[in-house]
């Protein structure tokens, strides 16, 4: 991506096997688990899904959830063009659109969406209240630092 060229499935499924497995690990230990990454289709959140080793693909019962942080291809043209400039991205703003054309939610799949134009505090109180509201976690329980 550093030079441009998208990334195959093939590229990726190394590497959603390996979040897959530390999925796998911290649902073992009965251990909370927060990871960013673009799971941007369906196959990809399926392979994360399935750390929870009772999970039947397609069903989408699983403790393994989602959230799209959601913004306007154009506001996120900016900040990727800004990190990049900055040297604190690795992927090029003209790959962009690609990441956009792979995006694919289907609504049964459950996933939050939280608008990403907000503040970084307002997005994490937006998502702690979400997960809460679900029933995920007891608000109470999490630290901060």
Known sequence: MRKGIPLTDEDRMPWLEALRDVINEYLDNEKGLIL??????????????????????????????????DAPAEVLSVRVSARAAEGKHYMPASLLQSQLDLLKIDDCEGILKVDATLTPQAIVNTILNMLHFQGCFHRDCIEFH
Do not use: D, H
């Open 36 to 69: 960013g990454c673009s799971a941007l289709k369906n196959q990809y959140r399926e392979m994360l899904r399935s750390g929870y080793p009772a999970y039947k693909w397609g069903t989408y019962a699983s403790p393994v959830k989602f959230i799209l942080l």
